[in-house]
C-alpha cells in the first residue's frame, strides 16, 4: 500500500515568518512529487513540482526533495494570511519520472494558518 | 486559455441510482485523470484515460467507469450509487510527458 503522510495540523505561523511543511511517502520508485494549495470549498491548485533531489525555489516557495529518506518538504517564505490553506502532498503512483501522467496518491493535507 | 471545465458543479442523487459526471481538459491536454475527496481528505485516485483508453486504475470498484471522448474530454459513471459515494469528484488534466496535473473545480455528490 503506497502512502503519504502528512501532520494535519493546524500549522500556526506567524505573518511574516517561514512556514515548513513536511510529507514521507512509504514508495521507494516514486520519482515525481508535488504540492498543492487548497482553500476551503475550492477544489487543488498546483504550486510546486520536484523531480529530483535538492532544492526547487519559485518565488516565495521552496520544494526540498530527500529520496534516501523518502522526505519532501515546503517553505513558504514571507507568509502571508492568504497563505492559509490546506497544502497537500501528492507522489506518482507507478514511478514513471513525466512520462505520460501517473496517477497520484495524495496526504491527507496539512492546515496552515498565517496568524496576521 | 480555458482551464478544466466540469459539470455539474452540485448534484444530489438517491440510492441505487447512477450518476455521470463531465469534464474538459485544459487546452493542449491529453490526459484526463478522475479523483474522490471525501470531507477531511485528500483527493484519492480513480482511474486516468489517455488516448481513449484507461491507463491506469486505483482502488475503487467497478460500479466505478469512464470514457474519454477523441475531443480529450471525459465521463466519469458511477451506478448504484452508496451514500459513501458523497464527495467532490475532481477531474486533473496533464500532457503526456509532464506529470503536471490541474485541477478542475470539482463535482459536489451527494447521495441521500
Known amino acids: 500500500q503506497k502512502e503519504v503522510e502528512q501532520n494535519s495540523g493546524p500549522l500556526s505561523v506567524p505573518e511574516g515568518a517561514i512556514a515548513s511543511l513536511n510529507c514521507t511517502y512509504s514508495?521507494?520508485?516514486?520519482?515525481?512529487f508535488f504540492w498543492y494549495r487548497q482553500y476551503s470549498g475550492k477544489s487543488p491548485e498546483l504550486i510546486m513540482s520536484?523531480?529530483?533531489?535538492g532544492d526547487k525555489e519559485d518565488g516565495r516557495f521552496t520544494a526540498q526533495l530527500n529520496k534516501a529518506s523518502q522526505y519532501v518538504s515546503l517553505l513558504i517564505r514571507d507568509s502571508q494570511p492568504s497563505d492559509s490553506a490546506t497544502y497537500l502532498c501528492?507522489?506518482?503512483?507507478?514511478?514513471?519520472?513525466?512520462?505520460?501522467?501517473?496517477?497520484?496518491?495524495f496526504g491527507k493535507g496539512t492546515h496552515l494558518i498565517i496568524q496576521p | 486559455d480555458a482551464g478544466v471545465t466540469q459539470s455539474p458543479t452540485h448534484l444530489i442523487k438517491t440510492r441505487g441510482q447512477q450518476v455521470t459526471l463531465r469534464c474538459s481538459p485544459k487546452?493542449?491536454?491529453?490526459?484526463v485523470s478522475w479523483y474522490q475527496q471525501a470531507l477531511g481528505q485528500g483527493p484519492q485516485f480513480i482511474f486516468q484515460?489517455?488516448?481513449?483508453?484507461?491507463?491506469q486504475r486505483g482502488n475503487f470498484p467497478d460500479r466505478f467507469s469512464g470514457h474519454q471522448f477523441p475531443n480529450y474530454s471525459s465521463e466519469l459513471n458511477v451506478n448504484a450509487l452508496l451514500l459513501g459515494d458523497s464527495a467532490l469528484y475532481l477531474c486533473?488534466?496533464?500532457?503526456?510527458?509532464?506529470?503536471?496535473?490541474?485541477f478542475g473545480p470539482g463535482t459536489r455528490l451527494t447521495v441521500t
Open positions: 487546452s493542449g491536454h491529453d490526459t
Open positions: 486533473a488534466s496533464s500532457k503526456t510527458g509532464t506529470g503536471r496535473q490541474y
Open positions: 484515460y489517455y488516448e481513449e483508453e484507461e491507463r
Open positions: 501528492a507522489v506518482n503512483i507507478n514511478g514513471y519520472s513525466g512520462g505520460g501522467a501517473d496517477g497520484l496518491t
Open positions: 520536484i523531480y529530483s533531489n
Open positions: 514508495d521507494r520508485v516514486s520519482q515525481s
